[in-house]
């Protein structure tokens, strides 16, 4: 069975920065595609980013192109988001997940992803 813990998440104002850490335990991490999702209150849980095995593929949602970057360490088994510029519209939990069903290709849909995170939350304010 595989564990997700993230980190980092917190309170901070519009324009800064965080980056978000997710911790994998119990399984092979390489063989997963990773991926950041995202929920605000009254809204439905949105695809952030996702990241291939190697880290050779990454997807994004629109709004966070150019802001957010995804990345992974699969010798410490650990995935990041860093979010730069942040926006009160960015505030949400933010959970971690993994897909075990593939490695190569990236999916946004939340149905996908076998394994999430207990979340972490993300707080900006304007």
């Known amino acids: 069975q595989v564990q997700l813990v993230e980190s980092g998440g917190g309170l901070v104002q519009a324009g800064d920065s965080l980056r978000l850490s997710c911790a994998a335990s119990g399984g092979t991490f390489s063989n997963y595609a990773m991926a950041w999702f995202r929920q605000a209150p009254g809204k439905e849980r949105e695809f952030v980013a996702g990241?291939?095995?190697?880290?050779?593929?990454?997807y994004y949602l629109d709004s966070v192109k150019g802001r957010f970057t995804i990345s992974r360490d699969n010798a410490k088994n650990t995935v990041y988001l860093q979010m730069n510029t942040l926006k009160p519209e960015d505030m949400a939990v933010y959970y971690c997940a993994a897909d075990r069903r593939r490695a190569t290709t990236v999916v946004r849909s939340a149905n996908a992803y076998d394994y999430w995170g207990q979340g972490t939350q993300v707080t900006v304010s304007s």
């Open positions: 990241i291939n095995w190697s880290g050779g593929t990454t």
